[in-house]
């Protein structure tokens, strides 16, 4: 990924930099969400966590040890199907 990220970089840093400013700004006009929007998403992702089913599974991640090395932190959207097996979430 490193390489990737490299070559990526090189090659936009070679062209000119108003029309990657220019393209940047139209991109952002049209997909960045307001900053009340960007709080009602934070709102809404602090209200989540509260939740008893985020709970559950915050909770389940840990005991299977999320944040140190291995498969589960590598893949934890492959994980996240049976993290609660036979619970029902």
Sequence with gaps: ??????????RLASFDRRPIEAATNLVNQVSLPTVDRLFDGRNAFAASIAWPETRRRVAALFEREMQREGDLEDRCGAHLPSLLDGDGD
């Design 1 to 10: 990924m490193d390489a990737f990220v490299d070559t990526l970089a090189r």
